[in-house]
């Protein structure tokens, strides 16, 4: 639903009720801002992606949060 929030730990296991389809999408981005990795063209830390469903897409941002200690 459009403003919904997930958050991944560490771990990298998917957040609970995001759909597994789109985990399939993000999850190579997440890993990228995990490692500290930043996509060419968009502000480090952040990237928009699209999820591959032709009929019904859905645009997510990923922002990398500061660690928490």
């Known amino acids: 639903m459009e403003g919904d929030t997930f958050f991944v730990e560490k771990e990298g296991k998917k957040p609970e009720g995001l759909p597994v389809s789109a985990w399939h999408d993000l999850n190579r981005y997440v890993l990228s801002l995990q490692l500290g990795g930043n996509v060419p063209g968009f502000r ?26």
């Open 44 to 69: 480090e830390g952040i990237v928009y992606v699209c999820s591959t469903d032709g009929l019904t897409p859905v645009v997510f941002r990923l922002k990398r949060l500061p660690a928490v200690s």
